[in-house]
């Protein structure tokens, strides 16, 4: 079955500190890649797309993505995180081609980063 | 402009009982869908509307049923819920068919739903 690891349930960091999110996914074709973030009690919220071109993606917040095709990967970085920056990240791999209207969008069972400030 | 709007926000229910969650978008979007998360579970599709008229089960169906009404309006109802239905429940919306074109999901604000 097709699928979307992130292999860090939780990740605590001190305010400055570097950060990486891994996200692997298990399919081989064509793909669009999405991070989501979800704040203490809030929706999920689009952090960054990447749909083709440019592997590095930018997105909101200081935060970007690199999309490396031979290792199925998506991994969210930034450079300095902020006390603000603590929330659930959720990576979510759509399927092109797969099959059915759906598309068969499947999320990661997401990564909650704590800050400390 | 509000988005994607789901009523209501909190709902305790009795085991056996029965509901329906509310969703709206304005957005004019063709795609409509509805996820449960649960913690470590990420989020799990229910069920999706991929155009006005059409339903189709997701990941986890079963103890649910949808409809969509309009294009704007796509209702998920529990008819006997059960304690394993406890979760937090999100509507979302997209432009176009998920695979079909380059349009992210667009969340509500998300109804926590507690069966006892």
């Known amino acids: 079955a097709q699928s979307v690891s992130q292999h860090n349930h939780h990740v605590i960091l001190s305010e400055a500190a570097s950060l990486e999110l891994g996200c692997n996914y298990s399919y081989g074709g064509t793909v669009n890649l999405f991070w989501y973030v979800q704040y203490p009690g809030q929706h999920l919220q689009l952090l960054l797309k990447?749909?083709?071109?440019?592997?590095l993606v930018k997105g909101i917040k200081g935060f970007e993505a690199e999309f490396i095709k031979s290792k199925f990967s998506f991994n969210l970085r930034k450079p300095s995180v902020q006390w603000s920056d603590t929330a659930e990240y959720f990576c979510?791999?759509?399927?092109?081609?797969?099959?059915?209207?759906?598309?068969?969008?499947?999320f990661g069972k997401g990564t909650k980063l704590s800050v400390k400030p | 402009n509000a988005g994607v709007t789901q009523t209501p926000k909190f709902q305790v229910l009795k085991t056996g009982q029965s509901m329906t969650l509310q969703c709206a978008q304005d957005m004019n979007h063709n795609s409509m869908y509805w996820y449960r998360q649960d913690p470590g579970m990420g989020l799990r599709l229910i069920y999706y509307s991929a155009s006005e008229g059409t339903t189709d089960k997701g990941e986890v169906p079963n103890g649910y049923n949808v409809s969509r009404l309009n294009k704007r309006e796509f209702s998920l109802r529990l008819e006997s819920a059960a304690p394993s239905q406890t979760s937090v429940y999100f509507c979302a919306s997209s432009g176009h068919q998920l695979g079909q074109g380059n349009s992210p999901l667009h969340f509500g604000n998300g109804t926590r739903l507690t069966v006892t």
């Open positions: 990447y749909f083709s071109g440019d592997p």
């Open positions: 979510a791999v759509n399927q092109l081609g797969y099959g059915g209207s759906q598309g068969n969008l499947i």
